[in-house]
């Protein structure tokens, strides 16, 4: 790869980005399988939701208008997701 992106990442991060975007959900855990979620959530099937009320600590967003991530329309809506609790 000639390219810095993705600079700094590992490929579970990378494939669990890509989880969350195949599957059309957002801010959910890696999802190991139907049988390694039973053993790793508790008796689950898939992943369950974060739970955001657990965070603590000011969170802080940045984006910019040449991110390949995300686009400024989402923005609001991940900010919605962390403050809604």
Same mark, same amino acid.
């Given at each position: 790869?000639?390219?810095?992106? &993705?600079a700094g990442t ?8 890509? +989880?969350?975007?195949?599957?059309? +959900? ?6 190991y399988g139907w ?11 898939? &992943? ?15 984006y910019g208008k ?5 686009? &400024? +329309? ?12």
């Amino acid at each position: 790869m000639d390219s810095p992106v &993705p600079a700094g990442t590992s490929v579970r991060t990378a494939e669990q980005f890509a +989880q969350n975007y195949n599957s059309g +959900q957002t801010f959910i855990p890696y999802n190991y399988g139907w049988l390694r979620n039973l053993q790793k959530y508790g008796g689950r099937l898939t &992943p369950p939701p974060y739970d955001f009320s657990k965070i603590t600590c000011p969170v802080y967003i940045f984006y910019g208008k040449n991110d390949l991530l995300t686009v &400024p +329309q989402d923005v609001p809506i991940r900010f919605f997701f962390l403050t809604s609790f």
